[in-house]
């Protein structure tokens, strides 16, 4: 019997190892690193495949913003580049644009000193062009030839210039103190000059793309010993390890391309049992069956059901989760899915890379174990929160990046630890005499991975609801000494005296893209206000005396406090000097005549008020030395106006408390609905404005917001005219504006359906 068997050519591919770390020194990596392999058979062998490594240059934030438009820019605005340019051309287009969007986003954050370094690769057939600005390098690593590691590109820094000028040597050079100082960069300068590079692509070489993070500490000869003796997935891994071991003063991006050809299925089968069994035997019987008759992509890591324990979580909030799966002969890609619930709710889902109906291609690194091929994702730490449950499937696209979804895997789900109960501190359980507007403490261990509080007061008679305080995260109060929270009660929510309440706290945390919640409470407690208080009573007796008709004085019928004096024989009785043992405070507020009360440790003061030019006085006396919390609250009580502060009275001194109108502020409710979706990687920014005397603006801490729709009802501002100016990136919206007159209430903020422009 004749088999027939019809050849075909096997195609090379290009398979990339990389890793990114922080290193030992630095708080954040500014590296970044990214690449594009098109599926397209005719992109790729027009355009080839591009790999991009680059270094952020600042120390800042900025610098890691820099080096991520820089990946980002790089790669679309080569692949926008029109055909009848060459590569080199396409490559230096695409430098000096995305030089333009680093220096046009540097003069939006107002940084000028933001760059970025970088070093691209672009994979053709036959050859490789590398493009470099700074001193991210590129090396051609082939143990059979006579230069087994070669650095292809060209440093632009200080020292190198020095060294090509023949000033210092190569050994004088590594050892240099200036080695970091370099003379290029993307987003230095409006003229950009890169230097590009062409080489000959064979099927044993492979290139190195890494930033200074590994080539400042460890030698040439060492980097290229560990990439001979290891495969290329665990090579990408020792040698950011070395660069640790080194001390790791810098962030250390490692990039490993290589050419492979194919080792499987060099010919296609033509229908037939006999030739299967063949093949089978040849290649391996599990490889063929895959081939003729596909089952859905086979999931690996974690495994189903996976419960993260707090030991695990630690971890991940440093490196991530890595997803694995097999590889699927027939897919050309891959499209991952991971989705975000709450326990036991499986029906309403968040999905933490886009909405439901959306699709996305992820660029994935692929590796070798043993003889299996796999693939892996590692979700970033932050889209891993505690209180939620994940699930996660991937299905395979073709060669137009086409869903085939018969072959998509089984979906697998893996939990995460709960979060920690708040720990209730003050009031105490059954505690008495509370305060009618008392500060609420408590401790919360998980303070990192939540958004905000709520603080629950409920009537302990009728067990209703009192009422629920949203308090963000940010806005908090912190204890430095115990680390505790608290919030003190406002005065417009004062409670009733001799009363029982319950009290709680909760903490919550909303999902990537604010779409659910994860909450957990303390174990709440019981408290009881004080009564009402009764005047005191004289502490001495007294008794009337007739004076003169018509006249009546008081005399002291303690005679053990006279003193009987003689003087030229007459008697005469008198009192000694009285030494204070407190002190006295006097308020005056400047309050367009609104009356005000006083309450001192939240306890309300009964002195009369004594009217002035603009306002009202007051004094009260007997004060205990010591630090007292003030606090003035305008009438009538439901306006909110309020004035707060700490005082130090003074053993048998007068202490004087000067408020004027602009000092008084009352709380503000904002509340915002957006059109626009956004989540904590594309969060927006809040700022409140307010107009000063001379029109200028004068722009209070930013917010950042998460959650949509946002409110927040613990804004404290003075007297004014304001504005909203919200940010999304580049966009923004400013048109939210609205008066705060002393005295009044103020409106509630509320605004739907904020559009960005």
């Not at 999931?299 to 440093?318: G, R």
């Not at 204890?479 to 406002?490: A, D, H, S």
Request: charged share 30%; with cysteine.
């Amino acid at each position: 019997m004749k088999i027939n068997f019809i050849k075909k050519k096997r195609k090379p591919i290009i398979k990339v190892y990389a890793k990114s770390d922080v290193g030992k020194r630095r708080k954040e990596n500014e590296d970044s690193f990214s690449y594009s392999i098109p599926f397209n058979d005719e992109i790729r062998k027009e355009y080839g495949s591009i790999f991009v490594v680059a270094d952020g240059v600042g120390g800042t934030a900025n610098g890691k913003i820099a080096s991520k438009i820089t990946c980002h820019s790089l790669i679309k605005s080569y692949f926008l580049q029109p055909r009848e340019l060459s590569i080199d051309q396409r490559l230096k287009r695409a430098v000096e644009k995305t030089n333009e969007l680093v220096l046009k986003k540097a003069q939006e954050l107002n940084s000028p000193e933001m760059a970025s370094t970088v070093t691209a690769a672009v994979f053709l057939e036959n050859e490789v062009y590398v493009a470099n600005v700074g001193d991210s390098r590129t090396y051609l690593i082939n143990p059979h030839s006579k230069e087994p590691m070669k650095q292809i590109t060209r440093d632009h820094s200080l020292v190198e210039t020095q060294v090509r000028k023949g000033l210092i040597t190569k050994d004088e050079a590594d050892n240099a103190k200036n080695k970091n100082i370099i003379t290029r960069a993307i987003g230095m300068d409006k003229k950009i000059l890169v230097d590009i590079f062409r080489v000959p692509l064979t099927e044993k070489s492979k290139f190195l793309l890494t930033t200074d993070g590994l080539v400042r500490v460890v030698k040439d000869s060492k980097i290229f010993e560990t990439i001979k003796k290891n495969k290329p997935s665990i090579a990408v891994n020792k040698l950011v390890k070395l660069a640790n071991d080194n001390g790791g003063p810098d962030n250390i991006t490692v990039c490993l391309v290589e050419k492979a050809t194919p080792s499987l299925l060099p010919y296609i089968l033509i229908p037939s049992v006999i030739a299967a069994l063949l093949l089978a035997g040849y290649f391996g019987l599990p490889y063929i069956k895959e081939m003729i008759n596909p089952s859905k992509i086979e999931l690996l890591e974690p495994e189903n059901n996976k419960q993260i324990t707090d030991e695990e979580f630690t971890k991940l909030m440093k490196e991530g989760l890595a997803l694995s799966w097999k590889e699927l002969p027939l897919a050309k890609g891959y499209h991952l899915y991971v989705y975000q619930y709450k326990e036991n709710d499986e029906k309403t889902k968040d999905s933490i890379f886009l909405d439901k109906d959306k699709k996305d291609t992820f660029q994935l690194i692929e590796y070798q174990k043993d003889t299996k091929s796999e693939y892996t994702y590692t979700i970033p730490k932050d889209k891993l929160f505690k209180g939620f449950n994940y699930s996660w499937y991937v299905v395979p696209v073709d060669s137009e990046g086409k869903e085939i979804e018969k072959f998509k895997s089984n979906e697998w789900k893996f939990t995460m630890p709960l979060l920690e109960k708040p720990e209730l501190i003050e009031p105490k359980d059954n505690q008495n005499d509370v305060s009618l507007t008392p500060t609420f403490k408590w401790k919360y261990k998980d303070e990192n991975y939540i958004d905000l509080y709520r603080l629950y007061v409920v009537d302990g008679e009728s067990n209703k609801e009192v009422f629920k305080i949203q308090i963000n995260r940010g806005e908090v109060k912190k204890e430095t000494l115990t680390q505790g929270f608290y919030y003190t009660l406002p005065s417009d929510k004062k409670l009733e005296p001799g009363k029982t309440y319950f009290w709680n706290i909760e903490a919550l945390k909303y999902s990537v893209n604010g779409k659910l919640s994860a909450n957990i409470k303390g174990d709440k407690r019981t408290f009881t206000t004080k009564k009402g208080i009764s005047p005191s009573l004289p502490t001495q007796s007294t008794q009337l005396t007739k004076t003169k008709e018509g006249e009546k004085t008081t005399k002291d019928t303690d005679n053990s406090k006279k003193d009987v004096k003689t003087d030229t024989g007459s008697a005469t009785t008198t009192q000694p000097p009285e030494i204070k043992e407190t002190g006295k405070l006097l308020v005056s507020a400047v309050t367009n005549n609104k009356p005000f009360k006083v309450y001192i440790d939240g306890k309300e003061s009964k002195e009369n008020l004594i009217k002035s030019t603009q306002g009202y006085n007051v004094t009260i006396d007997d004060l205990k030395p010591g630090k007292h919390k003030i606090r003035i609250e305008i009438e009538p009580k439901d306006c909110g106006w309020f004035y707060e502060k700490e005082v130090t009275i003074e053993k048998g001194k007068e202490t004087k408390l000067t408020i004027n109108k602009s000092d008084f502020k009352v709380n503000v409710i904002i509340y915002l609905t957006f059109k626009d979706k956004f989540d904590k990687d594309n969060s927006i920014t809040l700022k409140i404005q307010k107009k000063a005397d001379k029109g200028n603006w004068i722009t209070y801490p930013p917010i950042e917001i998460y959650s949509n729709p946002y409110i927040n009802k613990n804004v404290q501002l003075p007297e004014g005219e304001y504005k909203l100016l919200l940010e999304k990136g580049s966009k923004i919206n400013d048109k939210i504006t609205f008066p705060i007159k002393f005295g009044e209430k103020p409106k509630i903020i509320n605004e739907v359906d904020i559009i960005f422009e």
